[in-house]
């Protein structure tokens, strides 16, 4: 039995010292409050007499790129001999063109290339043409007042979450726990505390895999099955590669476990439904918007989210009025980008992210894709400032290691898949040329896939580093 303290005097004391701290801690915070309570900052009059000199405008951090004349022999010279590597396997093509001239300043190879996940840059283009970047996808719950059953509509955000992401998130999302609390809310003011749920996926047509991808990509957690309503982007648990075979059926069921722990009882377990149209009665009594697309486009560029990508590609299918499956993106990708006066003819598309093998685009498509997000078009400007930064932000985070001239002046999304590696986006000269460049070898050898994308990363550096500008 432990030995009582012999001196209890002194726990009385501490008692008392404590009980005095607290008190006045307490009064310190009451006063600290009043005095910041009648407004912020910018509401309080600064006092009589007070001048403040006017602030200056401050000195740029780098110097503006513009419409540079760019040097054909001195890009030539800064990437022809890397081009030589044998770690590039048998066929390479790059294409460089000064930005803002539209004039190709260096070739090397020919015919066109597996994309793998360059693709995305068709992708994320089209859907900001198609639908603006601050569009933002819906999920919502429609009810009819003569039946109990409520729906869960999944209107393709692929950023969908189980519950609500951690404060300063990026991005930002909508979740299923939100919008389980404003159906109860709007389920209580109508009087009902007893439904049955169903899900509406309507909005997507087609397989939910594509036929032209390795039968293996979703048995090894590559891919998940695509769908308008999922969470987590169809993973069964949020941050691991646990691709569910039911991606709605799992929205839906954590969408009606929600609604039991605001006490409204769910009968029964979800099942596939159609919203019932306004005509009959039906009507949103709930919603939930996404993040705007602009910044899921960043998103789905920087960390290379094939799941996104393929949303994104069946939501221009939707836009233009294609079924919105795998070919019915892909042809609405074509159309969209041939508005924007980006040809595809000799491509071959299958998807949005890029994963089939059966990819083929031409070098030209995707510098001209590059050179319209980089242009005068505000609304696409996105694609390509949402591309990763050497040496900072997404799959170029941990890459350029030794190529100090690369860091933070090359943007290029990247392109991986096994035998194929590549890069596609713009770079700064050390002497103010804008570039749009594509790097792409698509037979390397087994075995040598971090050799080639070092290699690449080389030539990018090169340009980086290259003083390119035509001297008058």
Known sequence: MPEA???????????????????????????VA?????????QVPPPAGLSLPAARQPAPVAAPTGRVAVD???????????????????????????????SVVYRHGAGAVAPASTMKLLTTVAALEALRPDHRFTTSVVATPQSERVVLVGGGDPLLGRSPAPAGTFPPRADLETLADRTAKALKALGRSTVRVGYDTTLFSGPALDPHWEPSYFADDVVSRISPLWVDEGRRTAGLEDRSAHPATDAAEAFAQALERRHITVVGRPGPAVAPPASSGGGRIAVVRGAPLATVVQHVLEVSDNDGAEVLARQVAVAQGEPASFAGAARAVRAVLGRLGISTRGDRIYDGS????????????LLAVIRTAAGDRPGLRSAVAGLPV???????ASRFVGLPAARGTVRAKTGTLTGVD??????TTRDGALLGFVAIADRVRPGETLEARDALDRVAAALAGCACAATP
């Open 5 to 31: 303290d012999p001196r209890p005097g002194r726990w009385l004391r501490r008692g008392a010292t404590a009980l005095v701290l607290l008190v006045l801690l307490g009064a310190l915070g009451a006063a």
């Open 34 to 42: 009043y005095r910041l309570a009648p407004g912020t900052p910018a």
């Open 72 to 102: 054909r022999a001195a890009v030539r010279r800064a990437v022809a001999s890397l081009l030589r590597s044998s770690r590039l396997g048998g066929h390479v093509v790059v294409d460089v063109e000064a930005l803002g001239s539209g």
């Open 354 to 365: 890029g994963l089939s093998r059966h990819d083929r685009l031409r070098p030209e498509t």
């Open 390 to 396: 050497a040496g900072f932000t997404g799959s170029l």
């Open 422 to 427: 590549g890069l596609a986006g713009t770079v």
